[in-house]
């Protein structure tokens, strides 16, 4: 997250902006797992070369979502890639009322700042123009399998995506523990390229793409704490 008040996401901020929103405050619509916090290890040709953190806190109506994605691919003592990635993702009820990113790709910074802004929600960003977000736009985050339902705002510099989203037969998929659980199985193409796996309870499972090199990249969830 960026540093200073000027650009900071605050909660004041967004509550006045997402005011009709206000009432009873229910989780219903939003797959927070049990536990409040994902992790993933990130897997190429074997070997661990990342992980990715959720954390999920609750403060009355509110609903923060921390991200952190951790990369480093070496050959030998050489770094190949580095990739880091902040996110502070902020839901009210079961509305998105906004988000903050940072990204280094290997040097070259990416941001993306989206806020709760009136007619709905205001997205800037590394790689576009403010713009108003479609009603049913969320995040990339992955967490909540609604995304998949429309199009989606990327979290490293703000685009929006239309990616085809193929749902496909439910399958078992291996977390890090080496378990083997039932999940649904989804497959994006056209603007996105990447199958993704959610639990019979909704919760992120497991996500699979290649990188720029062409290895496969896997995310194998990690035991609950």
Known sequence: MEKGR???ITRRGLLAG???LSGRFAYAGLPVPPDSRVDFRLMRHGSQIGTHA???SRDGEVLTVQIAVDVLVK???IPLVRYTHRNQEIWQRDRLVGFESRTDRNGKPLHVKARWDGPGLAVEGTG???Y?????ALATTHWN???LRGPMIGTQDGQLVHPVVSAQPEERIRLASGE???ARHYRLSGDLDFDIWYDTSDTWAGMRFAADDGSVITYERLPAA
Do not use: E, H, L
């Open 180 to 182: 083997q659980i039932a």
């Open 6 to 8: 000027r650009n900071a």
């Open 132 to 136: 108003i977000a479609p009603a049913n």
């Open 18 to 20: 997402a005011a009709v």
């Open 145 to 147: 399998s609604s995304m």
């Open 75 to 77: 050959f030998g003592p």
């Open 128 to 130: 576009t123009p403010r």
């Open 54 to 56: 959720m954390t999920f």
